[in-house]
């Protein structure tokens, strides 16, 4: 099994940034991909970011494109997020998923961090 842990939220000014970590412990070899989802308050959980396990393809939302980056250390079996130029709209419950290997879809999630950006 594959365990993820997520930190690094805060409460941030717009224009701001922030650093999410997440993490990983358990069968890591075992998994296809990893990534970040989002939750605003009231609405659906949203794909952010994604890359594959050995990091060679990352891929971003329309809304993440230019403004966050996702990355990992493979040393510490932690990936991240960094974001910049932040909007309100960024806020949300952001989430560190991974896809074991066969699977379709995200199937392992962590437990989330807070994220929120004021104006």
């Known amino acids: 099994q594959v365990q993820l842990v997520e930190s690094g939220g805060g409460s941030v000014q717009a224009g701001g940034s922030l650093r999410l970590s997440c993490a990983a412990s358990g069968r890591t070899f075992a998994l296809r991909a990893l990534g970040w989802y989002r939750q605003a308050p009231g609405k659906q959980r949203e794909w952010v970011a994604g890359m594959t396990n050995d990091g060679h393809t990352k891929k971003y939302s329309e809304s993440a494109e230019a403004r966050f980056t996702i990355s990992r250390d493979n040393a510490r079996n932690t990936m991240y997020l960094q974001m910049n130029s932040l909007k309100p709209e960024d806020t949300g419950l952001y989430y560190c998923?991974?896809?074991?290997?066969?699977?379709?879809?995200?199937?392992?999630w962590g437990q989330g961090t807070q994220v929120t950006v004021s104006s």
């Open positions: 998923a991974a896809k074991r290997l066969g699977a379709s879809e995200y199937d392992i």
